[in-house]
């Protein structure tokens, strides 16, 4: 079955939206916690970096399996198209409302290395191997 441009890119969409609205959804409860509490956070205290790659690996691999497992084949492809539109809505998210973007390269590389393991993982789920489907002899 052969899927349009459109119908692709509302999947990717998705799948980003699933995979920033995760970061954001925490990184926004962190915030407040720490504003509820008067705890002095630095920008760019060690801790916090961890937990974000984190939250970014964790995010990446949501939306990669979710989108991957909607395909037959080049579902490395499917996950890395998403992870990378999840880093563009984070970007233009955090430039419209913050006025800066302080994340760099290792934003891109949480969402790509979480995208990637979300695609392996639901394809080992579906097809019991771990980058192509087993071949009925």
Known sequence: MERGLGSLFREYMAGAALAFGLVLFAREAFTSYFAWTGAVIGAFNRDLLGLS????????????????????????????????????????????????????????????????????????????????PRRNK
């Not at 037959?72 to 800066?100: H, P, Q, S």
């Open 53 to 132: 790659t984190i939250l970014h690996l964790a995010g990446g691999f949501l939306g990669g399996h979710l989108v991957s497992v909607r395909r037959e084949k080049e579902i490395l492809r499917a996950a890395a198209t998403t992870a990378l539109f999840a880093y563009v809505l984070e970007f233009i998210v955090d430039v419209l409302f913050t006025g800066e973007f302080v994340n760099g390269l290792w934003v891109v590389a949480a969402y790509l290395a979480g995208g990637g393991l979300g695609a392996i993982y639901g394809n080992y789920k579906r097809w019991g191997s771990i980058l192509e």
